[in-house]
């Protein structure tokens, strides 16, 4: 059985920083496995803000983290880990991690792991970020 444990959430000063872990054990079959983080404020949707795939480190980032945040892991089964910087109030969230086998396809032309919720099988329970001003 697939599981994942998000750590690192927590409070913090506008322009400071967190670093989110998350654990992944289970696996039985690692290939062609995508990791990506997600957020979420009551009331809205799902927004997936960064992705990995590991076997070669391309990443994605959405507008609204890109150049503050950094996702990294070694391989599939590693942990992974979103490392965010310089943060905003707006970044208050519940953080979650997924994987998922199937989560691969285009995106400007290269192939990418893509932010979207509906093509990752595993998710962790979520870490609960606060950014005050």
């Known amino acids: 059985q697939v599981k994942l444990l998000e750590s690192g959430g927590g409070s913090a000063q506008a322009g400071g920083s967190l670093r989110l872990s998350c654990v992944v054990s289970?696996?039985?079959?690692?290939?062609?496995?995508?990791t990506a983080w997600f957020r979420q404020v009551p009331g809205k949707e799902r927004e997936g803000v960064a992705t990995?795939?590991?076997?070669?480190?391309?990443?994605y980032y959405s507008d609204s983290v890109g150049g503050r945040f950094s996702i990294s892991q070694d391989n599939a089964k590693a942990p992974a880990y979103l490392q965010m910087d310089n943060l905003k109030p707006e970044d208050t969230a519940t953080y979650y991690c997924a994987t998922g086998h199937h989560a691969g396809g285009a995106y400007d032309g290269v192939w990418t792991c893509l932010p979207d919720q509906r093509k990752y099988d595993y998710w962790g329970q979520g870490t609960q970020v606060t950014v005050s001003s």
């Open positions: 289970g696996f039985t079959s690692s290939s062609s496995i995508c």
């Open positions: 990995i795939y590991p076997f070669n480190g391309r990443t």
